[in-house]
């Protein structure tokens, strides 16, 4: 197949959904919502398989939005802080964009943390459940950088490529027109991801060989390997000095995912237990 079959420029029509009035309803949070909703869904449905209550896991989403979005804002302003201490008007304006996937993670898993502590059930159980909906949903909300014109990468005249207007594009870039996807790159390696875990646990299920803990260290070094190179090709990138954060991040995933499956496969032995069980 030659590449001018496959040959497709995305062009966002904007981060409004719609308006109603004064209501304007942005892409984005329609997105957030609808991973959210989806997400949700799937994991009762998991949980149910696996004879854990799905009222647990209704219960658990509503602590990890309230935990994930403002970890994910607050980690984002943290390393843009040169900017938003100059507008601290705007350090609430999430509609606008501005999260980072990182910061929702550790905040959804300190609230798996307190909420396993809480609830009597193991931490990673819930984690498995919840980590083929947490990448499904990073899939889903990597559109909303494309409505946004944001998260892009360096310029590119691929077949498939981005068209950024001129006052979202980086200074150094004003005079180019198109950009790589990488919105498109994330969701795409999101999805495989997520078929990936879908696979291990139905696989799991049948052979009842799956370890607890499996599917979330999967989702971490599996996730973090794409978001590394990926991460490589943006422009608007968190840094640290010299260092791009998310690939730092990414980096320290990959080690202690794929450390994790090796001390459950390779030495045959269970992960420590997080939250300690209390004693009757």
Same mark, same amino acid.
């Given at each position: 197949m030659s590449l001018s079959l496959l040959a497709f420029t995305f062009t966002s029509p904007g981060p409004t959904l719609f308006e109603l009035g004064p209501l304007s309803v942005r892409w984005y949070g329609f997105l957030i919502a609808s991973a959210v909703l989806i997400g949700v869904t799937l994991a009762q449905y998991l949980a149910q398989r696996r004879g854990v209550d799905p009222e647990l896991i209704g219960d658990f989403a509503i602590w990890g939005v309230l935990a994930a979005i403002p970890f994910a804002r607050l980690y984002y302003v943290l390393f843009q802080w040169d900017v938003y201490s100059q507008h601290p008007e705007q350090i609430i304006a999430i509609w606008r964009g501005g999260i980072a996937i990182h910061g929702a993670v550790i905040g959804g898993i300190l609230a798996g943390l307190i909420f396993s502590r809480l609830n009597k059930l193991p931490f990673w159980q819930l984690a498995d459940l919840v980590s083929p909906s947490l990448i499904l949903g990073q899939a889903i909300g990597r559109w909303g950088n494309f409505f946004n014109s944001e998260a892009f990468g360096t310029p590119t005249d691929l077949p498939w490529k981005l068209y950024i207007p001129p006052e979202r594009r980086p200074q150094?870039?004003?005079? @180019?027109?198109?950009?790589h996807p990488t919105f498109l790159y994330e969701s795409?390696?999101? !999805? @495989?991801?997520?078929a990936v875990l879908m696979v291990l646990f139905f696989r799991g299920e049948r052979?009842?060989? !799956?370890?607890?803990?499996?599917l979330f260290l999967t989702y971490l070094a599996a996730y973090s390997f794409g978001r590394f190179w990926i991460e490589g090709l943006r422009t608007d990138s968190l840094m640290l000095g010299p260092l791009r954060i998310a690939q730092v991040v990414s980096l320290v995933g990959i080690v202690l995912g794929t450390l994790g499956l090796v001390w459950l496969y390779r030495f045959n032995r269970r992960l420590p237990e997080i939250v300690p069980q209390e004693s009757d």
């Amino acid at each position: 197949m030659s590449l001018s079959l496959l040959a497709f420029t995305f062009t966002s029509p904007g981060p409004t959904l719609f308006e109603l009035g004064p209501l304007s309803v942005r892409w984005y949070g329609f997105l957030i919502a609808s991973a959210v909703l989806i997400g949700v869904t799937l994991a009762q449905y998991l949980a149910q398989r696996r004879g854990v209550d799905p009222e647990l896991i209704g219960d658990f989403a509503i602590w990890g939005v309230l935990a994930a979005i403002p970890f994910a804002r607050l980690y984002y302003v943290l390393f843009q802080w040169d900017v938003y201490s100059q507008h601290p008007e705007q350090i609430i304006a999430i509609w606008r964009g501005g999260i980072a996937i990182h910061g929702a993670v550790i905040g959804g898993i300190l609230a798996g943390l307190i909420f396993s502590r809480l609830n009597k059930l193991p931490f990673w159980q819930l984690a498995d459940l919840v980590s083929p909906s947490l990448i499904l949903g990073q899939a889903i909300g990597r559109w909303g950088n494309f409505f946004n014109s944001e998260a892009f990468g360096t310029p590119t005249d691929l077949p498939w490529k981005l068209y950024i207007p001129p006052e979202r594009r980086p200074q150094n870039y004003i005079d @180019f027109e198109y950009f790589h996807p990488t919105f498109l790159y994330e969701s795409i390696w999101n !999805l @495989f991801v997520f078929a990936v875990l879908m696979v291990l646990f139905f696989r799991g299920e049948r052979e009842r060989n !799956l370890k607890p803990g499996t599917l979330f260290l999967t989702y971490l070094a599996a996730y973090s390997f794409g978001r590394f190179w990926i991460e490589g090709l943006r422009t608007d990138s968190l840094m640290l000095g010299p260092l791009r954060i998310a690939q730092v991040v990414s980096l320290v995933g990959i080690v202690l995912g794929t450390l994790g499956l090796v001390w459950l496969y390779r030495f045959n032995r269970r992960l420590p237990e997080i939250v300690p069980q209390e004693s009757d």
